[in-house]
């Protein structure tokens, strides 16, 4: 059994799936692993496997579904498809670090641009009514490349008439602020308008 193999299974991934994912992806590489899947990298793809656990089942489509309905919007990595027989998503690898590594070392002028293109990508979520529930949080949910900002794992995305990635995003960001305040207009009312005037109390305009 290969490292990268018998890694796949320690991870929950199940051994004839994991063969057959790997002889389609002979060149893979190790990535990393979430709550819910592990990630692979073939050549310039990123290949995002569900783990074999009865709770997680559909996480992958889910992804897949979110992933390629947000792809317009150029919210997340370009999606490249979705296999439903071995339960794994295809998407181009984005280069960069996470958000967390970003805040440590990035100076303030930076961080205040990657933070209102957050904040501007979050509120496209919110106009299309989908949820991305780890806002509050975001730390290894965005990473930064080029003075942009890509979402990743949407696995957990749903559609909801009372979406909260802006005001999840503001009250991480904006910790000592009076985030209630400033977003109350905005919570009743979800537009350009509301959205400009928060980006305008927060000095983002």
Excluded at 113 to 132: G, Q, S, V, W, Y
Excluded at 165 to 192: D, E, G, P, R
């Amino acid at each position: 059994m290969s490292k990268l193999l018998e890694r796949m299974v320690q991870n929950k991934i199940e051994t004839r799936r994991a063969k057959e994912i790997l002889s389609k992806y002979k060149k893979a590489r190790w990535v990393g692993r979430g709550r819910h899947s592990v990630v692979l990298k073939s050549g310039d793809l990123a290949i995002k496997i569900e783990k074999d656990v009865p709770d997680f089942k559909g996480a992958s489509k889910d992804e897949a579904y979110f992933l390629n309905r947000l792809n317009k919007y150029g919210i997340g990595p370009k999606y490249r498809g979705y296999s439903n027989k071995l339960r794994y998503v295809r998407y181009d690898y984005v280069k960069g670090k996470f958000l967390i590594d970003f805040l440590k070392e990035a100076d303030e002028r930076k961080i205040r641009k990657i933070i209102k293109i957050c904040l501007e990508k979050a509120f496209k979520m919110d106009l299309l009514k989908i949820n991305k529930t780890e806002f509050h949080k975001p730390l290894k949910h965005v990473l930064i490349h080029k003075n942009d900002a890509k979402f990743i794992d949407f696995e957990r995305c749903h559609y909801t008439t009372n979406p909260k990635n802006v005001s999840q995003l503001i009250s991480f960001f904006f910790k000592n602020k009076n985030t209630a305040k400033i977003l109350k207009n905005y919570k009743k009312n979800i537009s350009n308008e509301t959205f400009q005037k928060v980006l305008k109390s927060l000095n983002l305009d």
